[in-house]
């Protein structure tokens, strides 16, 4: 049974169908930010996220999802202009937000990255409440463990002058 369970895309599609933008854009997004923070890309995601917003008439975001595509038509045309009217040519990336390597984009999509003077930095992973690289091994050290390291020493220092004082400090 498992194994027949639809994909968030497909049940993202069929809630697009009967009228349910909203929720395809809200499964559609918790995707993409599965993908983002893999470092991948999905062209499909893309183009079906920019179809939700081009059905939600909100055609900048659409403009800003399908330039992540290599989707040129007449839809496409009408978003991107939308997109270029409220995103100037500076903020333009920001609004699409890349999030894997130029590598994995198609042709197309890797001109508009270089226009944007795109440059790929991963993400650092998080596995187990430990800093640790894909591989899990453990990276450093969080700086609240170095805070508690540095008080800890400092209350140790303390407690053994105190303890000197005590003992040894007062005698005439």
């Known amino acids: ?3 027949n369970k639809p994909s968030a895309l497909d049940r993202a599609r069929a809630d697009l169908t009967v009228g349910r933008p909203d929720l395809a854009r809200d499964r559609v997004h918790g995707y993409l930010v599965t993908l983002n923070q893999r470092g991948e ?3 499909e995601t893309y183009s079906l996220m920019g179809e939700i917003y081009f059905a939600m008439r909100d055609y900048p975001r659409a403009g800003a999802m399908w330039m992540l595509t290599e989707r040129d038509d007449a839809d ?4 991107f202009d939308a997109f270029a009217k409220r995103y100037p040519k500076n903020s333009g990336r920001e609004a699409v937000n890349p999030r ?3 590598e994995l984009y198609p042709p197309k999509v890797q001109e508009r990255l270089k226009q944007w003077n795109y440059r790929y930095v991963p993400r650092r992973i998080r596995k187990q409440g430990i800093n640790a690289n894909d591989e ?3 990276t450093g050290v969080r700086p609240i463990e170095a805070g508690c390291l540095v008080a800890g020493v400092i209350l140790l220092v303390m407690a053994c002058f105190y303890i000197y ?3 040894f400090g007062r005698r005439h």
Do not use: C, H, N, R
């Open 1 to 3: 049974m498992a194994g």
């Open 41 to 43: 890309y999905s062209q």
């Open 76 to 79: 496409a045309q009408k978003a």
């Open 100 to 102: 894997a390597p130029s």
């Open 136 to 138: 899990g091994e453990v």
């Open 165 to 167: 004082l005590t003992f």
